[in-house]
């Protein structure tokens, strides 16, 4: 079946340490998105990706990091910079951008 | 820059009775909208968009929304609640200088059976 997967699923992270979330999908999409989810917040975009090897910072880009060297791949790097990582992070691909994402079923990301 | 605003925190209806989330936008431009559930714990599901045509657009598991380009709203309807329905649900507008969509806050729908 075609998707979008997410992991891992939980994820604890002490102060100081860089972490990668992984995103994969094998929709042939060309486009995929990172956005964090804080509680009564909605979703944010954190990175976002129209193409491979091309990739632009969305409206909380700072302390994160992408890479987008292959199609099926977007991984997301939480690095020591962002001092307040915790939270639920969705990444989504889309054939288009108008048209619907996809969304996985989510890394729940806490600081320890 | 575009933005979508959810006025109601949560909406609370019994099964069986119609539903309505609100949805206002404010885009430069044309308006591309669209509306996503989601389920604890969950990534979220696309239920429909618009992007032109017919002002009432059909979407996923009977649910639909009215544009109203003057009322700058795009508000979700469904004409019978199940209790199933109950979930966060998020508008979202296309940001057209970034080609990513903006989501609203989210309208949590609880149903009473």
Redesign the interface.
């Known amino acids: 079946d075609g998707g ?1 997967t ?1 992991s891992p699923k939980y994820l604890f992270r002490k102060e100081g340490q860089n972490v990668t979330l992984s995103c994969e999908q094998n929709l042939n999409h060309d ?1 995929m ?1 990172w ?1 964090r989810q804080d509680p ?6 954190i990175y ?1 990706s ?1 193409i491979v090897n091309d990739f ?1 910072k ?1 409206d909380i880009a700072e302390g994160y990091s992408v890479s987008r060297e292959k199609k099926e791949s977007f991984p997301l790097t939480v690095t020591s910079a962002q001092k307040n990582p915790t939270a639920f992070y ?1 990444c ?1 691909s889309s054939v288009a ?2 048209d ?7 890394t ?1 990301l806490t600081v320890v | 820059a575009q933005s979508v605003a959810q006025p109601e925190d949560q909406v609370n209806v019994a099964e069986g009775n119609p539903l309505t989330v609100k949805c206002t936008y404010s885009v430069s431009g044309n308006p591309y909208l669209f509306w996503y559930v989601q389920y604890p714990n969950r990534g979220l599901q696309f239920l429909l968009k618009y992007i032109t045509g017919d002002n009432l657009v059909k979407g996923s598991y009977g649910f639909e929304a009215e544009f109203n380009k003057s009322q700058t709203s795009f508000h979700l309807k469904k004409p019978s609640a199940l209790v199933s329905d109950s979930a966060l649900y998020f508008c979202a507008v296309r940001d057209t200088g970034r080609r990513a969509l903006t989501f609203g806050s989210g309208t949590r729908l609880q149903v009473q059976p």
């Open positions: 979008i997410q486009a998105y956005y009564g917040q909605g979703l944010r975009l976002y129209q632009q969305g969705l989504a951008d108008l619907g994402y996809t969304f996985g079923s989510g729940r």
